[in-house]
Structures are given as structure tokens and as C-alpha cells.
Nanobody, 122 residues
Framework: QVQLVESGGGLVQAGGSLRLSCAAS????????MGWFRRAPGKEREFVAH????????TYSDSVKGRFTISRDNAKRTVYLQMNSLKPEDTAVYYC???????????????WGQGTQVTVSS
């Protein structure tokens, strides 16, 4: 089982940037699809982005496409989420997750971090 720990959250003004990190321990992430999700107050958890095992393919939600970039460094066992042009509606707890494969063309997420808070002020 892989353990995931997010960091890099904080308070930022609208239009600003943050970079989140997700550090893995317990085992390598080199065979996992990695993803980021978020949960805003009073809302369901929603998908943000995921990245393929090799890092060559990324998928984004429409709400963050063009503003957020997911990347990975398998040697460092770390996944990143670069967030630019932040908006107040991006305020949420951000979680990273790991998946060993797909079910019905969607990654099946089996490991989750505890989350890091991102707050964007207007």
C-alpha cells in the first residue's frame, strides 16, 4: 500500500498561483496512475486532474483546464499540481490519489492522502 501526503496549500489572492505536492511513501508510484481531487465546503468531491504512469498523458476537468498542470517525478515519488490564475471557486481541500488501473475506462482510485487546504480570496 502506498501512503500519500499532500503539501503546499495555503491562502492566496485571486489570480495568484500555488503548487501542490503529493509525496508517496511505502512503495514507488512508478506503476500508478496519479490524480488530484478536491472537495469544496458543502460540495461533493470532484475530479481535478490525473496523469498517466509515464507522465505522457494528462486529463483535466473543464473547470481547471488551461490553468492547472499536473506533473510527476517518479524518481522522487512525487506528484505536483501547479495552479495558476486561481479563482475563489477553487477554494477546497485538495487530495491526491493513486490508481493501479482502469475500470470502464476510468481509473479505480485505491489510495488517498489526507488533503491540503487551498483558500483563494477575492
Amino acid at each position: 500500500q502506498v501512503q500519500l501526503v499532500e503539501s503546499g496549500g495555503g491562502l492566496v489572492q485571486a489570480g495568484g498561483s500555488l503548487r501542490l505536492s503529493c509525496a508517496a511513501s511505502g512503495r514507488s508510484i512508478s506503476s500508478y496512475i496519479m490524480g488530484w481531487f478536491r472537495r469544496a465546503p458543502g460540495k461533493e468531491r470532484e475530479f481535478v486532474a490525473h496523469i498517466s504512469v509515464s507522465g505522457s498523458s494528462q486529463t483535466y476537468s473543464d473547470s481547471v483546464k488551461g490553468r492547472f498542470t499536473i506533473s510527476r517525478d517518479n524518481a522522487k515519488r512525487t506528484v505536483y499540481l501547479q495552479m495558476n490564475s486561481l479563482k475563489p471557486e477553487d477554494t477546497a481541500v485538495y487530495y491526491c490519489a493513486a490508481s493501479s488501473g482502469y475500470v470502464r475506462n476510468e481509473p479505480l482510485w485505491h489510495s488517498w492522502g489526507q488533503g491540503t487546504q487551498v483558500t483563494v480570496s477575492s
